[in-house]
Protein backbone atom coordinates (compact mmCIF):
# COMPACT_ATOMS: atom_id res chain seq x y z
CA UNK A 1 0.00 0.00 0.00
CA UNK A 2 1.43 2.87 -0.86
CA UNK A 3 2.36 5.22 1.97
CA UNK A 4 -0.16 8.47 1.22
CA UNK A 5 -2.96 5.81 0.96
CA UNK A 6 -1.81 4.82 4.45
CA UNK A 7 -1.44 8.19 6.16
CA UNK A 8 -5.05 8.91 4.99
CA UNK A 9 -6.54 5.53 6.10
CA UNK A 10 -4.59 6.40 9.10
CA UNK A 11 -6.22 10.10 9.50
CA UNK A 12 -9.91 8.68 8.38
CA UNK A 13 -9.63 6.40 11.08
CA UNK A 14 -8.68 8.54 14.25
CA UNK A 15 -11.59 11.31 12.69
CA UNK A 16 -13.81 8.53 12.84
CA UNK A 17 -13.10 7.21 16.50
CA UNK A 18 -13.69 10.92 17.20
CA UNK A 19 -16.78 11.42 15.73
CA UNK A 20 -17.70 8.06 17.90
CA UNK A 21 -16.90 9.67 20.92
CA UNK A 22 -18.05 12.68 20.67
CA UNK A 23 -21.47 10.81 19.39
CA UNK A 24 -21.56 8.55 22.60
CA UNK A 25 -20.76 11.71 24.90
CA UNK A 26 -19.43 12.25 28.33
CA UNK A 27 -20.59 11.01 31.57
CA UNK A 28 -20.05 12.94 34.81
CA UNK A 29 -19.79 11.32 37.98
CA UNK A 30 -21.90 12.72 40.87
CA UNK A 31 -21.14 11.77 44.52
CA UNK A 32 -23.38 12.60 47.51
CA UNK A 33 -23.43 10.78 50.76
CA UNK A 34 -27.11 11.02 50.99
CA UNK A 35 -29.72 8.88 49.76
CA UNK A 36 -31.78 8.79 46.88
CA UNK A 37 -34.78 9.91 48.65
CA UNK A 38 -33.00 13.14 50.36
CA UNK A 39 -35.09 16.69 48.65
CA UNK A 40 -31.49 17.74 47.48
CA UNK A 41 -31.73 15.26 44.70
CA UNK A 42 -34.97 15.85 43.47
CA UNK A 43 -34.82 19.69 43.76
CA UNK A 44 -31.18 19.98 42.82
CA UNK A 45 -29.49 16.91 41.13
CA UNK A 46 -32.56 15.57 39.02
CA UNK A 47 -32.97 18.94 37.32
CA UNK A 48 -28.98 19.61 36.93
CA UNK A 49 -28.50 16.57 35.14
CA UNK A 50 -31.74 16.69 33.14
CA UNK A 51 -31.16 20.27 31.89
CA UNK A 52 -27.22 19.35 30.70
CA UNK A 53 -28.79 15.91 28.76
CA UNK A 54 -31.49 18.27 27.33
CA UNK A 55 -29.44 20.56 26.45
CA UNK A 56 -26.64 18.41 25.35
CA UNK A 57 -28.36 16.15 23.09
CA UNK A 58 -27.70 13.80 25.53
CA UNK A 59 -23.89 14.01 25.05
CA UNK A 60 -23.25 15.68 28.36
CA UNK A 61 -24.67 13.40 31.39
CA UNK A 62 -25.08 12.79 35.37
CA UNK A 63 -24.63 9.69 36.73
CA UNK A 64 -25.86 9.77 40.55
CA UNK A 65 -23.89 7.65 43.14
CA UNK A 66 -25.93 8.19 45.87
CA UNK A 67 -25.85 7.01 49.96
CA UNK A 68 -21.63 6.93 50.16
CA UNK A 69 -21.48 4.87 47.31
CA UNK A 70 -18.07 6.80 46.13
CA UNK A 71 -16.78 7.75 49.97
CA UNK A 72 -18.35 7.11 53.37
CA UNK A 73 -17.43 9.70 55.24
CA UNK A 74 -19.16 12.87 54.50
CA UNK A 75 -16.57 15.40 56.00
CA UNK A 76 -14.61 13.92 53.17
CA UNK A 77 -16.44 14.47 50.54
CA UNK A 78 -14.16 17.42 49.45
CA UNK A 79 -11.11 15.71 49.48
CA UNK A 80 -12.12 12.70 47.50
CA UNK A 81 -13.58 15.13 44.64
CA UNK A 82 -9.83 17.19 44.77
CA UNK A 83 -8.35 13.55 44.34
CA UNK A 84 -11.21 12.47 41.15
CA UNK A 85 -12.98 10.12 43.17
CA UNK A 86 -16.26 11.83 42.08
CA UNK A 87 -16.36 14.30 38.93
CA UNK A 88 -19.00 16.28 40.82
CA UNK A 89 -19.59 16.21 44.69
CA UNK A 90 -22.33 17.18 47.16
CA UNK A 91 -21.24 18.00 50.94
CA UNK A 92 -21.19 20.65 53.74
CA UNK A 93 -18.16 23.46 54.39
CA UNK A 94 -19.07 23.50 57.80
CA UNK A 95 -17.66 19.94 58.40
CA UNK A 96 -14.51 21.32 57.45
CA UNK A 97 -14.59 24.72 58.47
CA UNK A 98 -10.74 24.97 58.49
CA UNK A 99 -11.15 25.04 54.85
CA UNK A 100 -13.70 27.51 54.42
CA UNK A 101 -13.87 29.98 56.90
CA UNK A 102 -15.06 32.82 54.72
CA UNK A 103 -18.35 30.25 53.59
CA UNK A 104 -18.92 29.65 57.52
CA UNK A 105 -19.80 33.07 58.01
CA UNK A 106 -22.74 32.05 56.81
CA UNK A 107 -23.13 30.60 60.12
CA UNK A 108 -22.42 34.30 61.60
CA UNK A 109 -25.48 34.97 63.86
CA UNK A 110 -28.38 36.92 61.85
CA UNK A 111 -26.50 36.34 58.54
CA UNK A 112 -29.17 33.74 57.45
CA UNK A 113 -32.75 34.49 58.63
CA UNK A 114 -34.01 32.25 56.39
CA UNK A 115 -32.60 29.61 53.32
CA UNK A 116 -33.35 32.08 50.26
CA UNK A 117 -31.79 35.12 51.85
CA UNK A 118 -28.76 33.26 53.54
CA UNK A 119 -28.31 31.93 49.56
CA UNK A 120 -28.58 35.12 48.07
CA UNK A 121 -26.25 36.65 50.38
CA UNK A 122 -23.60 33.62 49.61
CA UNK A 123 -23.83 34.41 46.14
CA UNK A 124 -23.67 38.74 46.58
CA UNK A 125 -20.02 37.17 48.71
CA UNK A 126 -19.24 34.85 45.72
CA UNK A 127 -15.72 37.35 44.50
CA UNK A 128 -14.31 36.41 47.94
CA UNK A 129 -15.86 33.28 48.92
CA UNK A 130 -15.45 31.34 45.34
CA UNK A 131 -11.59 32.20 46.01
CA UNK A 132 -11.38 29.76 48.93
CA UNK A 133 -12.37 26.35 46.71
CA UNK A 134 -10.41 24.42 44.93
CA UNK A 135 -13.14 23.04 42.74
CA UNK A 136 -15.39 24.60 40.65
CA UNK A 137 -18.65 26.26 42.75
CA UNK A 138 -21.77 24.68 40.61
CA UNK A 139 -23.76 25.54 43.74
CA UNK A 140 -24.15 26.97 46.90
CA UNK A 141 -26.72 27.57 49.23
CA UNK A 142 -27.82 27.87 52.79
CA UNK A 143 -31.00 25.83 55.12
CA UNK A 144 -33.33 27.18 57.69
CA UNK A 145 -32.18 28.44 60.43
CA UNK A 146 -31.02 25.60 63.35
CA UNK A 147 -32.97 24.44 66.02
CA UNK A 148 -32.71 22.64 69.04
CA UNK A 149 -34.03 19.32 69.11
CA UNK A 150 -34.19 17.11 72.57
CA UNK A 151 -34.42 13.80 73.85
CA UNK A 152 -33.86 15.03 77.33
CA UNK A 153 -35.56 18.24 78.71
CA UNK A 154 -36.50 21.83 77.54
CA UNK A 155 -34.99 24.28 76.47
CA UNK A 156 -36.19 27.37 77.62
CA UNK A 157 -33.38 29.50 78.47
CA UNK A 158 -29.33 29.55 77.86
CA UNK A 159 -28.67 28.16 81.33
CA UNK A 160 -30.98 24.83 80.52
CA UNK A 161 -28.56 24.22 78.06
CA UNK A 162 -25.66 23.92 80.83
CA UNK A 163 -23.79 20.64 80.50
CA UNK A 164 -25.99 18.94 77.96
CA UNK A 165 -24.33 17.43 75.10
CA UNK A 166 -25.64 18.75 72.21
CA UNK A 167 -24.53 17.81 68.78
CA UNK A 168 -23.70 20.33 65.58
CA UNK A 169 -22.87 18.99 61.93
CA UNK A 170 -20.84 22.70 61.52
CA UNK A 171 -17.89 22.45 63.43
CA UNK A 172 -18.06 26.34 63.27
CA UNK A 173 -21.42 25.84 65.83
CA UNK A 174 -19.60 24.69 68.66
CA UNK A 175 -17.89 27.74 69.68
CA UNK A 176 -21.39 29.39 69.79
CA UNK A 177 -22.95 26.61 71.72
CA UNK A 178 -19.99 26.52 74.07
CA UNK A 179 -20.13 29.57 74.89
CA UNK A 180 -23.86 28.72 76.67
CA UNK A 181 -22.62 26.09 78.65
CA UNK A 182 -23.32 23.06 76.73
CA UNK A 183 -20.75 20.45 76.07
CA UNK A 184 -20.70 20.27 71.98
CA UNK A 185 -19.53 18.49 69.47
CA UNK A 186 -19.32 17.98 66.00
CA UNK A 187 -21.37 15.36 64.54
CA UNK A 188 -22.28 14.45 61.36
CA UNK A 189 -26.07 14.84 60.89
CA UNK A 190 -26.60 11.16 59.67
CA UNK A 191 -25.34 9.54 62.86
CA UNK A 192 -27.48 12.02 65.08
CA UNK A 193 -30.68 10.27 65.47
CA UNK A 194 -28.56 6.68 66.56
CA UNK A 195 -26.64 9.20 69.11
CA UNK A 196 -29.95 10.53 70.30
CA UNK A 197 -31.99 7.73 70.67
CA UNK A 198 -29.18 5.69 72.73
CA UNK A 199 -28.45 9.04 74.89
CA UNK A 200 -25.04 9.32 73.45
CA UNK A 201 -25.90 13.52 73.08
CA UNK A 202 -28.67 15.40 74.77
CA UNK A 203 -30.17 17.36 71.77
CA UNK A 204 -29.31 18.47 68.05
CA UNK A 205 -28.51 21.91 66.76
CA UNK A 206 -29.74 21.21 63.27
CA UNK A 207 -31.38 22.48 60.57
CA UNK A 208 -35.03 22.02 60.38
CA UNK A 209 -35.07 19.78 57.48
CA UNK A 210 -33.36 17.43 59.55
CA UNK A 211 -36.82 16.10 61.21
CA UNK A 212 -37.93 14.90 58.19
CA UNK A 213 -34.90 13.89 56.12
CA UNK A 214 -32.99 12.30 58.99
CA UNK A 215 -36.29 11.37 60.88
CA UNK A 216 -35.14 12.94 63.65
CA UNK A 217 -38.72 13.75 65.23
CA UNK A 218 -38.56 10.10 66.36
CA UNK A 219 -36.19 10.61 69.51
CA UNK A 220 -37.09 13.89 70.17
CA UNK A 221 -39.15 15.43 72.75
CA UNK A 222 -38.78 19.39 72.75
CA UNK A 223 -37.73 21.76 70.16
CA UNK A 224 -36.58 25.11 70.71
CA UNK A 225 -37.66 27.30 68.16
CA UNK A 226 -36.03 30.73 67.88
CA UNK A 227 -32.52 30.21 68.94
CA UNK A 228 -30.43 32.99 67.61
CA UNK A 229 -30.60 32.27 63.57
CA UNK A 230 -27.59 30.21 62.75
CA UNK A 231 -27.77 28.43 59.16
CA UNK A 232 -25.72 25.75 57.45
CA UNK A 233 -24.14 26.23 53.56
CA UNK A 234 -24.63 23.32 51.42
CA UNK A 235 -21.99 22.89 48.06
CA UNK A 236 -22.19 21.08 44.77
CA UNK A 237 -18.84 21.60 43.74
CA UNK A 238 -16.80 20.15 40.44
CA UNK A 239 -13.12 18.60 40.10
CA UNK A 240 -11.44 21.74 38.50
CA UNK A 241 -9.02 19.73 36.27
CA UNK A 242 -12.23 17.76 34.89
CA UNK A 243 -14.28 20.98 34.16
CA UNK A 244 -11.36 22.53 32.23
CA UNK A 245 -11.11 19.22 29.90
CA UNK A 246 -14.46 20.08 28.73
CA UNK A 247 -14.79 21.68 25.73
CA UNK A 248 -15.80 25.59 25.62
CA UNK A 249 -19.72 24.25 25.02
CA UNK A 250 -19.77 21.48 27.25
CA UNK A 251 -18.42 24.04 29.81
CA UNK A 252 -21.43 26.54 28.56
CA UNK A 253 -24.00 23.79 28.81
CA UNK A 254 -22.65 23.60 32.60
CA UNK A 255 -22.53 27.09 33.50
CA UNK A 256 -25.94 27.65 32.03
CA UNK A 257 -26.76 24.94 34.64
CA UNK A 258 -25.81 26.26 37.47
CA UNK A 259 -24.87 28.97 40.18
CA UNK A 260 -27.61 31.26 41.89
CA UNK A 261 -30.81 29.79 40.34
CA UNK A 262 -29.60 25.97 40.81
CA UNK A 263 -28.81 27.14 44.58
CA UNK A 264 -32.41 28.81 44.88
CA UNK A 265 -33.23 25.36 43.89
CA UNK A 266 -31.66 23.98 46.81
CA UNK A 267 -32.49 25.95 49.26
CA UNK A 268 -36.64 26.20 48.43
CA UNK A 269 -36.32 22.32 49.27
CA UNK A 270 -34.74 22.90 52.21
CA UNK A 271 -37.96 25.22 53.10
CA UNK A 272 -40.20 22.92 52.43
CA UNK A 273 -38.67 19.97 53.86
CA UNK A 274 -38.32 21.58 57.25
CA UNK A 275 -42.22 22.36 57.36
CA UNK A 276 -42.34 18.62 56.30
CA UNK A 277 -40.22 17.98 59.62
CA UNK A 278 -41.88 20.52 61.46
CA UNK A 279 -45.53 19.04 61.02
CA UNK A 280 -44.32 15.60 61.42
CA UNK A 281 -43.38 16.66 64.82
CA UNK A 282 -46.03 18.85 65.75
CA UNK A 283 -48.07 15.73 64.67
CA UNK A 284 -46.23 13.46 66.86
CA UNK A 285 -47.12 16.06 70.04
CA UNK A 286 -43.74 16.67 70.21
CA UNK A 287 -43.53 20.38 72.59
CA UNK A 288 -42.42 23.67 70.77
CA UNK A 289 -40.54 25.63 72.89
CA UNK A 290 -40.07 29.79 71.97
CA UNK A 291 -37.66 31.63 73.84
CA UNK A 292 -38.25 35.25 75.10
CA UNK A 293 -36.99 38.22 73.83
CA UNK A 294 -34.54 38.82 77.11
CA UNK A 295 -33.46 35.89 76.98
CA UNK A 296 -32.46 35.80 73.27
CA UNK A 297 -30.42 39.34 74.02
CA UNK A 298 -28.51 37.52 76.75
CA UNK A 299 -27.36 34.62 74.48
CA UNK A 300 -26.55 37.45 71.74
CA UNK A 301 -24.45 38.70 74.65
CA UNK A 302 -22.51 35.79 75.29
CA UNK A 303 -21.92 34.96 71.77
CA UNK A 304 -20.41 38.74 71.68
CA UNK A 305 -16.92 37.66 71.87
CA UNK A 306 -17.06 34.59 69.38
CA UNK A 307 -18.66 37.30 66.39
CA UNK A 308 -16.21 39.42 67.76
CA UNK A 309 -13.33 37.50 66.68
CA UNK A 310 -15.35 36.11 63.32
CA UNK A 311 -15.65 39.85 62.11
CA UNK A 312 -11.61 40.84 63.04
CA UNK A 313 -10.13 37.68 61.25
CA UNK A 314 -7.73 38.08 58.64
CA UNK A 315 -8.24 36.25 55.37
CA UNK A 316 -5.35 37.92 53.45
CA UNK A 317 -4.89 40.55 51.16
CA UNK A 318 -6.30 43.03 53.36
CA UNK A 319 -9.31 41.12 54.14
CA UNK A 320 -11.29 40.16 56.98
CA UNK A 321 -14.44 38.60 58.28
CA UNK A 322 -15.79 42.15 58.42
CA UNK A 323 -15.36 42.81 55.15
CA UNK A 324 -16.73 39.47 54.04
CA UNK A 325 -20.17 39.70 56.11
CA UNK A 326 -20.63 43.31 54.53
CA UNK A 327 -19.88 41.51 50.97
CA UNK A 328 -22.71 39.55 51.47
CA UNK A 329 -24.99 42.17 53.18
CA UNK A 330 -24.80 44.10 50.13
CA UNK A 331 -22.99 46.79 52.44
CA UNK A 332 -20.38 49.30 51.61
CA UNK A 333 -16.87 49.47 53.15
Known sequence: MAPRLKLLITVAAVFCTACTSSEQGRELRLASFVGSRHPAVAAVFDPFAGELASVSGGRLTVRQFPGATLNSAPAQQY??????????????????????????????????????????????????????????????????????????????????????????????????????GAAAMSLPTSEAHQALTTGAIDAVFADPSTLASFSLWEPAEYITMNFPPIASAFFLLMNRDVYAELSAEERAWLDDASGLELSLRGAQAYVATARRGLALAEQDGIEFITMSDAELEKIYSLFAPVMDEELQREFGNGLTGADVVALMMGQDR
Open 79 to 180: SRLLEGVADISFGLPGYTMQRFPMTALLGFPGMSPDAITGTERLWQGMPAIGAEYEARVLGLWAAEPKVLISATRRIDEADDLRGMIVSAASAQDVAYLERV
